[in-house]
């Protein structure tokens, strides 16, 4: 298996860039190691761990030039940036780390609900005794769009506080735990239902703006969204339209659109509107489960067996 | 069952006032009738609601003139404002709402942990991109100070995160899915082996200023505090210090000493502490759960059955 693009050095920023650290090169080499794979250069591989963040153009050239490549591991859950350069077209198994980074992107969309309706940002900003009436998740009504890892992690977190779970999904399976699973054409029958409205699923040119005006305007007024997926998901012009007519109460948003947010936006100003800047899971927990769904996937790779986190073409993700 | 004081009027700001707003008067009138009791003035009354917050001289001389007062209900779970006056050594049942908020205040706890451990307060302050490396509460050490409802509905809530969970106690009786129950007396042996520490525990003379400058510097650097008990239990001056010299991590605070915390207060000027203004439960929730309590003890009291939530004098909550 080869690695590329080379690990960077220098004053590394971003989140993108600290993945790509020495430091996660040399455990994603011991990972490959350790399940008895080989680490060679990208003129003898049969297999590619591409570290990059996103870069298609650079990984098309790459197994343009490589043929022998017939399976690249990508190193995050979504894998949108890849999808318009028709990367997947290709005779090539594509995995990602798909499912990998639920637990910490799912904790982080408890958080960003808790702090939505306890007006956390409010609290924060303003250095004076605020008190405020908090809203409590017991019982409330959650619908969650996306039935992959993080959408089934959420459940499993909100299941102390609140079973009333819809989950709505491209596939009819239903997911363990919900009230009901639906299909996602059902999104505008369940929005007036709706107190949390969660997005945990991937971007497609199908879910590309799922949630724009009219879908914020069917959403109750004390309805607070939450957005872990990714920030093309939302209308963003329409959001800030629907919080200053307070058509929803508020907004937690790990992902925006665009992205990172300049700072001069509107969304900086509403005290209701909570927002991280893309870090729900830590680098040293992406890094982790990097190293080891390529073990798991090297063995698999070794043993003709189907491997993890595969991306389906077809779908997207 | 006599109701006083009597419903406050006019522009009520605090939640202490809101409590007292003349629809909760009502919503407690009903659960008494309901309950099949009578409302009475103070002068025909058997028993007492004290709707009001704190006060307690002015409840202390109301008993004195009419001692065929034998129950009173007091509002809040904790009792501390009325300990020092005395009032609990008299010859009544004093009952408080005791368990009966644990569910919001516990939702909060959890709320404060994430928050302190994903950078909430930065996040919210800075209206700019600021990626941060977040924590999780995987798996992490817990250590939950007091073993009531709210430490029992924490455990439960944090129970999908972590089991790891030590519960310090007066009580030796074990908390069920607590990892151990400890004495209270183990604190400065469990400090050290704690990633959250949690105060969840009633305010006496034995637990003022548990959380002081020995206990801070006993916790990991990487610890953070979370407080939803009483601003007392926790040695403000030290915990500035602690968090200038970085002996603990962060802070998520609902409760503080002095409370309000006044506008200049150095805690405010911390990005790595979170202040939320004693609002952990709602009016609308604490109002619901107090008309609940006392239908529930109207009954039991009728019919000589021990009450709910009883304050033991010699305990103090």
Chains 1, 2 share one sequence.
Not at 117 to 137: I, K
Request: proline share 6%; hydrophobic share 45%; net charge negative.
């Amino acid at each position: 298996m080869a690695l590329a693009p080379g690990p960077r050095a220098g004053n590394l920023v971003t989140r993108a860039e600290r993945i790509q650290a020495a430091e996660n090169y040399e455990r994603v080499r011991g990972s490959i190691l350790e399940a008895g794979g080989e680490v060679v250069d990208v003129d003898a591989a049969n297999a590619l761990a591409w570290l990059g963040s996103g870069e298609a153009e650079s990984l098309a050239a790459l197994l343009d030039a490589h043929p022998a490549v017939s399976w690249v591991q990508l190193p995050w859950a979504g894998v949108d940036e890849f999808i318009s350069s028709g990367l997947f077209q290709r005779p090539v198994t594509f995995t990602s780390a798909k499912g990998a980074l639920a637990d910490q992107v799912a904790e982080h969309a408890l958080l960003l609900a808790l702090a939505s309706m306890r007006h956390v940002v409010a609290q924060a900003r303003h250095r004076h005794w605020l008190e405020a009436e908090p809203e409590s998740l017991h019982g409330k009504r959650v619908t969650i769009v996306g039935g992959g890892g993080i959408g089934r992690t959420v459940i499993r977190l909100l299941s102390p506080l609140t079973r009333n779970i819809v989950v709505l999904r491209r596939q009819t399976e239903a997911i363990p735990g919900a009230a009901t699973t639906r299909p996602i054409t059902d999104l505008h029958a369940v929005l007036p239902e709706t107190d949390v409205l969660i997005l945990a699923l991937a971007l497609t040119a199908q879910t590309h703006g799922i949630v724009g005006g009219r879908e914020l305007s069917l959403l109750p007024a004390h309805a607070i969204l939450v957005n872990v997926a990714r920030g093309a998901h939302v209308d963003t012009d329409a959001l800030v339209s629907a919080l200053r007519e307070r058509e929803i109460a508020a907004a937690g948003l790990d992902v925006t659109d665009p992205e990172p947010l300049p700072p001069n936006h509107p969304l900086w100003d509403f005290d209701n509107v909570l927002i991280t800047s893309h870090c729900a899971d830590s680098v040293a927990f992406v890094s982790e489960q990097l190293a080891k769904r390529i073990r798991e996937n090297i063995g698999r790779f070794k043993q003709g067996q189907p491997l993890a986190g595969v991306v389906d073409p077809l779908a997207g993700y």
